[in-house]
């Protein structure tokens, strides 16, 4: 029993208690501010640096460990990378055994030969990819510390996004190369160790000065900070440039608020920028040549493009440069900047940048734990750059049928996984890069046609200007998309994340009933949906009927391009048939279809239809 004089007590116990509650179930973002000093020696191709780091707990929580990740310590034989890459049963062509056999000189490494905070020496252990970093005194919730750290480095022979001597001769693709603070959010740590899959930042701002020889042109994340000391950008402009002292020259770069920072280095590069009209510009860098010169020059007119679509339907590009370098060993995304190969047919060419430019919004600003939620970087990315390309490229009425295609194959390979399945521990790369690339894309298309398309596409803008900057997860998509449309979607997300159960409807039976026509649907599938039925008449009019789950608690309004709704009735998602009247005789029926634009990922659409 409480007495009387402890309730004001009680009470106010009870609202902190409360109000604790809710800051440690709160979301929060830690915040980074990185200043290094970096000498590359391209004779040994080794490096060495100093890092200052800032580092602020926003979080609730009183941290007394911290993790950075060493990335290229996965290229060494034995690395947990290359097992993975010798023993997964579909290993990447790129990689295979190739770690496995690399030299002394080949490998990659990064260590920490020094570790302060606050001025005080840490202990510190490399285990692989990761440091581990016990604190002599703990980071208290909402304050800043300062580490500093030396570090060195070599540069592995380019086997996976970084490395040196690409197969097309690019000296330097540098991502992932410096000591990167591992991210803490509401689920804790993420120290992963590295296998080659995702990555997951922490959002800051990067002071990097480079040091190296000075027949070297860089280019990458950020903006220079000294082009007048090195003759960047120059040289054509008839501005004499002081010439520099020594064999090495230092390029200064700022970069704000982003999660990464990767530069590229060849002294054969070419360089080219284009000036926007809104100020954004945009960088190029590649080797000239038989196989790059005529496409690059032609990239420089569909990057802008490009950028400019993708702003308008998915968000305001935030920064104010772009940097296409030709490096790395395909196509990969970093802050700002991507490394992509160049020797490619023009298609192939500008469709890998559409794609990386496009994972400037997804994987850049909207950064979803990449690992945790594949799908919604290179899903979403996928959707988009299609989008784009269909735009400024190559105009097609189905710009999402390759992901379409994609996503049939893996069901009937019988090797699909949830796409909540963490990136790393997908049992196959197929069973992976189908699952975040193509049904990561479907997902979209398809939510369209079950919300409209108008819903979907301002509910991309509304997930921009809600998230940005904020590393969104599933359900904060689902909620957005929920205000958007008026509909419950938990369901949707439910099915097509959390399980691989398909989508399968049928027209089961169309007959006479009176003077009008009694048609029946089934669901086959395990995975419910709405269904859009469209009839069309022997004189050339169509009708759509269409039937909502009673677990959406909405309706979709009706679109434009689809015939007249004549009548809508919900159909509950226990029921495996669905009987509609029409008043129409079936003798007028030309044909009965289910969701004639495509757009449900129906596994069997051979049963979609019936003719007469």
Known sequence: MIKNWMKPLVGLFLFVEGSAALAQNGRFQQAVDYKMDVQMDVKTNQYSGTQVLSYTNNSPDTLTRVFYHLYYNAFQPGSMMDVRSRTIADPDPRVKDRISKLKPEEIGYLHAKSLTMNGKAVKFKEVETVLEVDLSEPILPHSTVTFEMEFEGQVPLQIRRSGRDSEEGVRYSMSQWYPKMANYDEQGWHANPYVGREFYGVWGDFDVKITIDKSYVIGGTGYLQNPNEIGYGYEDAGVKVPVPKGNTLTWHFVAPKVHDFMWGADPKYKHDKIQMSNGITVHHFYIPGEKTTENWEKLKEYTPKAIDYLSKHFGQYPYKQFSVVQGGDGGMEYAMSTLITGQRPLNSLVGVMVHELAHSWFHGVLATNESLYPWMDEGFTSYASGLAMSAIFQPSDQPHRGSYSGYFRLVKSGQEEPLSTHADHFHLNSAYSTAAYSKGAVFLAQLGYVIGEEARNKGMLRYWNTWQFKHPNVNDFVR?????????????????????????????????????????????????????????????????????????????????????????????????????????????????????????????????????
């Not at 099915?495 to 039976?509: A, M, Q, S």
């Not at 434009?560 to 129409?584: D, S």
């Open 480 to 612: 957005v998309m929920e205000k958007e449309s008026g509909m419950e979607l938990d369901w949707y997300k439910e099915y097509f994340v959390y399980t691989t159960k398909t989508i399968d409807y049928g027209v089961k039976e169309v007959k006479a009933s009176g003077t009008g026509t009694s048609i029946t649907l089934e669901r086959l599938g395990l995975m419910p949906m709405p269904i859009d039925l469209v009839i069309t008449y022997k004189d050339g009019s169509k009708e759509t009927v269409y039937l909502p789950l009673v677990i959406m608690r909405g309706e979709k309004p009706e679109e434009a391009g689809m015939p007249k709704r004549v009548m809508t009735e919900a159909w509950p998602w226990t029921n495996l048939t669905k009987t509609i009247q029409l008043e129409k005789p079936s003798s007028q029926i030309k044909s009965v279809e289910i969701d004639p634009s495509k757009r449900m990922a129906d596994i069997q659409p051979e049963n979609n239809k019936v003719e007469f």
